[in-house]
């Protein structure tokens, strides 16, 4: 079984989900960027071991932060 959210349950680990296609567009138009521009995680990344991703996904990585509360990130998957 495959899932677009992936949560460890070790602490250190954040909480991983792969964005819908329409979700990616209206992120990348939000920032103004294309997938090019996005920093990178690659598609063996233990992380996402057990997501079905391929290369083109983008994958928002949601931290807890004691100052913050919750940090979200944005990494672009890439096979290489």
Excluded: C, Q
Aim: aromatic content about 4%; cysteine-free.
């Amino acid at each position: 079984m495959t899932s677009t959210k992936k949560t460890s349950k070790h602490e250190l680990i954040p909480v991983h989900e792969k964005l819908s296609d329409t979700e990616k567009e209206k992120l990348l138009s939000a920032l103004g960027i294309s997938f090019r521009e996005i920093p990178k995680i690659r598609k063996n990344d233990p992380a996402l071991a057990e997501m079905d991703v391929k290369a083109g996904d983008i994958i928002k990585i949601s931290r807890k932060s004691v100052t913050a509360k919750n940090t979200v990130f944005y990494r672009g998957v890439t096979d290489v």
